[in-house]
């Protein structure tokens, strides 16, 4: 009874602060009919009944003004009058804005515009006010063009218009009707991306194809669209998901597994006039270190000094935290990431050595979350061997428990005491967090890999105990941004603090420096891959020539003047 009545409240009043009030106002009018009813009665001695109480009381607080129905001789009276017209009209003055204030904000507020009164060529299309979409704007925002959103949803539309970004025009418009398109100069367009769901994604490709040559490309939750989006039209399909369940079953399994962090772009059709061979060209590599490594405990000096294998270590992440230039003090721990500069030869013998050393005693993981992320990550693991239980409520034929995650008896059934790691990447990042908690409390030696799917999750992951997070949305991003920015720059990383790193080719003689370029810039040069070798940190006097690639860290308003520079022109 108490939950029905709690659930007809909650559906009439949604607001929280208006349920308050409503309340105070209730209690108001029960206790001031009680003390009108006893002072009427027994101090002005006036026959007066409850009902008739409660109908002065509420004629007092909305102001009705009829009148004073009964006599009123005793200052007692007078005073409760005054008080109940004081406290009352002020929880009605309170009621009333909070009560009509979301109905005459969506009156007021600013319609978006259906069309861009300028005109603009070579611009980027942006279909659907998405948390990828949002990740891309940002990546985007180190490129001098223009970004166009269209999106159909008009309160949608209405929050990107709330994010006042200089370089955002922002079109609501049906995706079936062509004054859309029209308005968003899809003609002169040079890229179209889509972060709307695969079947609105195809119909919206079938609709504009014929009307553009931009690069087409979708993003897909489920990558085994990719041919379906494809025969539609899309030149690129990019699931964010897919890479993440791949990226987080790559750290979580203890062989020779690495992430090539930065090779080449695949879609840049600007490479350096001379290539090394290939197997003794240095790339940078991403490598977790795990629990068993012999490297755990030591320092970065330690592994610098003790290096057989001829890296160089370029920075790393542990935590939240990522740190740009190592010192030779800071230690290596199992939430370390280490970002190695040097052959594939080189990383692979390095792991092989430490796994030699003792890593493999029994290796089992526990995944919470069998949807789009937590599949992959789950055949991964699967095709290596490596014995895994999957949690998840919703899928019918999970591997596993068929319960949610967020309860400490079905972590123990699955084995969270033993296991050696714990994938968390349910579709709710509340839910990973809490389940990041409790597998970190009952397990404080596991390594917990957590996906989210909103940026202002990552850093509450961290601090819930996880050890490497995955920003899906801003994955997604970055793969986009990559295609449209291919021939000036390669985003790699987005950190925490805003900040992004990134690698371009020096396109054009210059003559200028490294101090100058960070001078000049604002970025902060990590490393240089010339024709003949790779300096990591590079002396500032070093002078830049034509095909060399530089890898930077920097705010994207210095990565912007970063691109101008490499590609030839001035800032």
């Known amino acids: 009874m108490i939950r029905r009545l709690h659930r007809l409240i909650t559906g009439v009043f949604p607001d929280r602060r208006l349920r308050l009030y409503v309340l105070i106002l209730l209690v108001q009018i029960i206790l001031y009919s009680l003390a009108t009813y006893v002072i009427v009665r027994y101090v002005e001695h006036v026959p007066f009944t409850l009902l008739d109480a409660v109908y002065f009381v509420i004629m007092t607080i909305t102001t009705v003004g009829y009148g004073i129905p009964f006599p009123v001789e005793s200052e007692l009276t007078i005073t409760l009058i005054i008080l109940i017209m004081f406290t009352g009209v002020m929880t009605v003055l309170l009621i009333v804005p909070a009560l009509f204030a979301p109905y005459l904000e969506k009156l007021f507020q600013r319609t978006p515009p259906r069309t861009i009164n300028r005109n603009i060529h070579d611009h980027v299309i942006i279909v659907g006010f998405s948390g990828t979409a949002r990740s891309l704007m940002e990546m985007l925002q180190v490129s001098s063009g223009d970004i166009v959103l269209v999106e159909e949803n008009i309160d949608e539309a209405r929050e990107a218009l709330s994010m006042r970004r200089a370089a955002l025009s922002i079109i609501w418009g049906d995706y079936n009707d062509d004054h859309t398109w029209t308005s968003a100069h899809i003609e002169q367009a040079a890229a179209v991306i889509l972060c709307e769901d695969e079947h609105t994604s195809a119909k919206i490709i079938l609709g504009i194809r014929d009307r553009t040559k931009a690069k087409i490309i979708s993003i897909a939750d489920h990558h085994s669209y990719d041919r379906f989006l494809r025969f539609a039209g899309a030149e690129y399909v990019l699931s964010p998901k897919n890479i993440t369940g791949k990226n987080i079953a790559r750290y979580a399994i203890p062989g020779p597994y690495f992430e090539t962090l930065y090779d080449e772009n695949p879609y840049c059709t600007i490479h350096s006039m001379e290539e090394c061979p290939s197997v003794d060209r240095k790339k940078i590599f991403m490598l977790p270190i795990l629990e068993g490594y012999t490297c755990v405990g030591t320092t970065i000096g330690d592994l610098n000094r003790t290096n057989r294998f001829s890296f160089e270590v370029l920075s790393y992440w542990k935590g939240s935290e990522f740190v740009v230039v190592p010192r030779d003090e800071d230690v290596i721990d199992k939430s370390t990431i280490l970002f190695m500069l040097g052959t594939e030869k080189a990383i692979l013998d390095f792991r092989f050595s430490e796994l030699k050393n003792g890593m493999e ?69 509340d839910v990973n967090i809490f389940t990041t908690l409790m597998a970190r409390s009952l397990n404080p030696r596991v390594r917990i890999l957590a996906a989210a799917h909103a940026p202002e999750s990552v850093d509450k992951l961290y601090k819930a105990g996880a050890d490497y997070v995955a920003d899906t949305p801003g994955l997604g ?18 950190l925490p603090d805003g900040r992004k790193i990134a690698a371009a080719y020096i396109q054009e003689r210059r003559g200028m420096n490294i101090g100058t370029l960070q001078k000049e810039t604002g970025v902060l040069v990590l490393a240089v891959r010339t024709r003949r070798s790779s300096l990591v940190h590079p002396d500032p006097g070093y002078v830049l020539e034509e095909g060399d690639e530089v890898i930077v860290v920097g705010t994207p308003p210095a990565l912007k003047k970063f691109i101008r520079i490499t590609s030839g022109e001035s800032i």
């Open 361 to 429: 005693k029994g290796y089992n993981a526990v995944i919470a979350g069998y949807g789009s992320i937590g599949s992959i990550a789950f055949a991964e693991l699967k095709n290596e061997g490596i014995a895994t239980i999957a949690i998840d409520p919703h899928v019918e034929d999970v591997p596993g428990f068929h319960e949610n995650a967020e309860s400490e008896d079905i972590l123990t059934k699955a084995g969270i005491h033993e296991a050696s790691v714990c994938i968390i990447c349910t579709d709710n990042d």
């Open 477 to 494: 991003g970055i793969m986009a941004a990559n295609i449209v920015l291919a021939d000036h720059i390669h985003l790699l990383i987005a």
